[in-house]
T-cell receptor, first 112, second 115 residues
Framework: QKEVEQNSGPLSVPEGAIASLNCTYS??????FFWYRQYSGKSPELIMS????GDKEDGRFTAQLNKASQYVSLLIRDSQPSDSATYLCAVSLYNQGGKLIFGQGTELSVKP | DTGVSQNPRHKITKRGQNVTFRCDPISEHNRLYWYRQTLGQGPEFLTYFQNEAQLEKSRLLSDRFSAERPKGSFSTLEIQRTEQGDSAMYLCASSSWGSGANVLTFGAGSRLTVL
């Protein structure tokens, strides 16, 4: 089992819809959780971080964390074509130097 | 703050040659990480430094790979006797460890093509 798993997609949603991206992780001591966005040919850029159970909202983005289920998700409301990218879920273990372990990424396509 | 800088951005080399990549982190960041990313995959951890000390190396990092951060500032990643399987994007990231959440900021990457 991979440490961090995501559906590779592609996930296709119409413009204005809600895009839901999911991620599961295997290590129960994972402490910090991140969502990065990566446009084709570019480097990852941080969108959201979440550290405790529940929801965290930032503009059109909401991250949800459920440590009991080892599950983290990202919701994108009012999806725009400019949101089309690969979304990378990453987890960090404090006792492993804070390095990030990434999932394989989910490709999102928002159709006008 | 100019972000994380990586050079060269692209490198094409022949199998068996040596290549070196450089990373200049955000100046106040004490941690520096190297990752490798191939098409359709997420970044894979290679190694990281706290100041000049290399604290961890992934088993992905064969003996042909070596990384340094001699003065705790910039870092170099050298690949000796390159193989076609080394073709990938090499990403550098830096962070400020000990000042709250360890958020990694990535550079633009160095893309390696081995012919």
């Amino acid at each position: 089992q991979k440490e961090v798993e995501q559906n590779s997609g592609p996930l296709s949603v119409p413009e204005g819809a809600i895009a839901s991206l999911n991620c599961t992780y295997s290590d129960r001591v994972s402490q910090s959780f991140f969502w990065y966005r990566q446009y084709s040919g570019k480097s990852p850029e941080l969108i959201m971080s979440i550290y405790s159970n529940g929801d965290k909202e930032d503009g059109r983005f909401t991250a949800q964390l459920n440590k009991a289920s080892q599950y983290v998700s990202l919701l994108i409301r009012d999806s725009q074509p400019s949101d089309s990218a690969t979304y990378l879920c990453a987890v960090s273990l404090y006792n492993q130097g804070g390095k990030l372990i990434f999932g394989q990424g989910t490709e999102l396509s928002v159709k006008p | 703050d100019t972000g994380v800088s990586q050079n060269p951005r692209h490198k094409i080399t022949k199998r068996g040659q040596n290549v070196t990549f450089r990373c200049d982190p955000i100046s106040e960041h004490n941690r520096l990480y190297w990752y490798r990313q191939t098409l359709g995959q997420g970044p894979e951890f290679l190694t990281y430094f706290q100041n000049e000390a290399q604290l961890e190396k992934s088993r992905l990092l064969s003996d042909r790979f070596s990384a340094e951060r001699p003065k705790g500032s910039f870092s170099t990643l050298e690949i000796q006797r390159t193989e076609q399987g080394d073709s990938a994007m090499y990403l550098c990231a830096s962070s400020s460890w000990g000042s709250g959440a360890n958020v990694l900021t990535f550079g633009a990457g160095s893309r390696l093509t081995v012919l």
